[in-house]
T-cell receptor
Framework: DADVTQTPRNRITKTGKRIMLECSQT?????MYWYRQDPGLGLRLIYY???????NKGEISDGYSVSRQAQAKFSLSLESAIPNQTALYFC??????????????FGPGTRLTVL | RKEVEQDPGPFNVPEGATVAFNCTYS??????FFWYRQDCRKEPKLLMS???SGNEDGRFTAQLNRASQYISLLIRDSKLSDSATYLC????????????FGTGTQLKVEL
């Protein structure tokens, strides 16, 4: 079984709809991240969480919100989706106390299309 | 100027060739450096960390030049399975585990 899972894997929605992307991990890591990837722009950080009570904005948080429901779960919401939020979204985890604490482990991604 | 700059490629090379990628960065506070590999439509995965002294892992060699602020990745004896996009990634001291990703260099290894 995958250590970092994301649901749904693909989603097509319409402008104005509320969308939630979910991420779960079984790695026992304390830190979790949400990124989006667009062609030619690379991965950009949306939000990150260093533990359940810690939520921080990344470089492109406008239009997004997150919830860290438990150490293993980190969800990303688009309150009112717009077409330029069409992208590939990745969740990632890392272990602050691990030997390779800088390494981030990614989920398989969610491909979101906003029409 | 982008924090991390990479030639997007694609680099088309024959199997068995040696290929090198460079990456330049602008934030002199960057303290940790990595190469990640991303296959088409898949998640990025850590290929190797990059140390000041340089490091080698099988056919892969990574180098860091802090003075010139660039990182390199050398792949020897290229395999078809090396075809992927290679992402240059930086971490900044005090940034926790936050990483900054380059846009990637695409490699296509051909028969």
């Amino acid at each position: 079984d995958a250590d970092v899972t994301q649901t749904p894997r693909n989603r097509i929605t319409k402008t104005g709809k509320r969308i939630m992307l979910e991420c779960s991990q079984t790695k026992g890591h304390d830190r979790m991240y949400w990124y989006r990837q667009d062609p030619g722009l690379g991965l950009r950080l949306i939000y990150y969480s260093f533990d359940v009570k810690d939520i921080n904005k990344g470089e492109i948080s406008d239009g997004y919100s997150v919830s860290r429901q438990a150490q293993a779960k980190f969800s990303l919401s688009l309150e009112s989706a717009i077409p330029n939020q069409t992208a590939l979204y990745f969740c990632a985890t890392s272990d602050s106390g691990g030997k390779s604490y800088n390494e981030q482990f990614f989920g398989p991604g969610t491909r979101l299309t906003v029409l | 100027r982008k924090e991390v700059e990479q030639d997007p490629g694609p680099f088309n090379v024959p199997e068995g060739a040696t290929v090198a990628f460079n990456c330049t960065y602008s934030n002199s506070a960057s303290q940790s450096f990595f190469w990640y590999r991303q296959d088409c439509r898949k998640e990025p995965k850590l290929l190797m960390s990059v140390y000041s002294s340089g490091n080698e892992d099988g056919r892969f060699t990574a180098q860091l030049n802090r003075a010139s602020q660039y990182i390199s990745l050398l792949i020897r004896d290229s395999k078809l399975s090396d075809s992927a996009t290679y992402l240059c990634v930086l971490g900044v001291t005090g940034g926790g585990n936050k990483l900054t990703f380059g846009t990637g260099t695409q490699l296509k290894v051909e028969l």
